[in-house]
């Protein structure tokens, strides 16, 4: 049967191998030299290994001692960690975070869990509009860190990642993007729908806007039953759908790239902490 380690002993033990006496350990720590001394002698106790030998007013770790105060230092910082994150007023509070819908999949509902799972004392409010109306929000302090999706360089932002605009339709489709005009769908204000449709003005390949939602999810159902096609970023299109092949002769489109944006204002460390989270999703 596995047991348990003391960790006030442990802390105590630390202490005085950091700093080289049971006085001033006992000082730092606020208890009494001898208290120190005996929490020492029960964790010598409970693993069946001396830890210290004195040396003359200082002391000495044993080999055993020297092992454990690598294993002491990192138990310690865990647990000051945990504690820290579920107790602490910087780890509590209310983060309003803005994504435009068409990077809302696959990557922010791990970026949110594993937030939550690090923060769950912290309440994250999610907005998700077009990237012109977050930038504008953002600028006016009502929301704490953005998402962008942006075709030039943005002033002020973090550069995440670049994904390129591509064409899909239904998986398995019979080539419906040979049929002209070429069936569209897209949300009615989709930042994507003027590149794609200039696109193909450019090549004069007539095109026809079958389909207008108010969202991109409602524009899902529609591709998916093979009634239209979409330019979408690459890595965020429905696992229903395929890309269409390059030999299908339609047009090149541009690159985007994803910006982060954080608040300098009073929940920043929240922002900064989510922010890092997105950035090993993003980037990796």
């Not at 899902?220 to 269409?244: F, K």
Request: with cysteine; hydrophobic share 40%.
């Amino acid at each position: 049967m596995n047991k348990t380690l003391d960790l006030s002993a442990l802390r105590s033990f630390v202490a005085v191998a950091d700093i080289g006496g049971v006085t001033a350990a006992a000082g730092k720590l606020n208890l009494t030299q001898s208290a120190v001394s005996m929490q020492i002698k029960r964790l010598e106790t409970l693993l069946g290994r001396r830890l210290i030998t004195r040396q003359g007013r200082g002391i000495e770790l044993t080999v055993h001692g020297e092992q454990l105060l690598d294993y002491g230092r990192q138990i310690l910082g865990i647990n000051d960690e945990v504690w820290n994150r579920m107790t602490h007023e910087s780890f509590e509070g209310k983060l309003v975070i803005g994504v435009p819908p068409d990077i809302l999949y696959p990557h922010i509902p791990t970026i949110l869990k594993e937030f939550s799972d690090a923060f769950p004392r912290v309440e994250v409010k999610l907005i998700s509009t077009r990237t012109l109306e977050l930038k504008e929000e953002f600028a006016k302090g009502k929301l704490d860190l953005i998402l962008t999706t942006e075709s030039e360089t943005a002033k002020g932002g973090e550069k995440l990642a670049s994904y390129p605009l591509k064409w899909f339709c239904q998986r398995g489709n019979n080539q419906i993007w040979k049929k002209r005009p070429l069936p569209l769908a897209y949300e009615q204000r989709c930042i994507f729908r003027k590149h794609a449709t200039d696109s193909l003005d450019a090549e004069n390949i007539p095109w026809d806007l079958a389909f207008v939602a108010a969202s991109c999810i409602d524009c899902i159902p529609y591709i998916s039953a093979g009634l239209a096609v979409v330019a979408v970023l690459q890595g965020t299109e429905h696992e229903d759908w395929q890309e269409i092949p390059a030999s299908a002769g339609l047009p090149k489109l541009p690159e985007f790239m994803i910006y982060l944006y954080i608040t300098d204002g009073p929940e920043s460390l929240l922002a900064h902490h989510l922010a890092g989270i997105a950035r090993d999703v993003f980037v990796h």
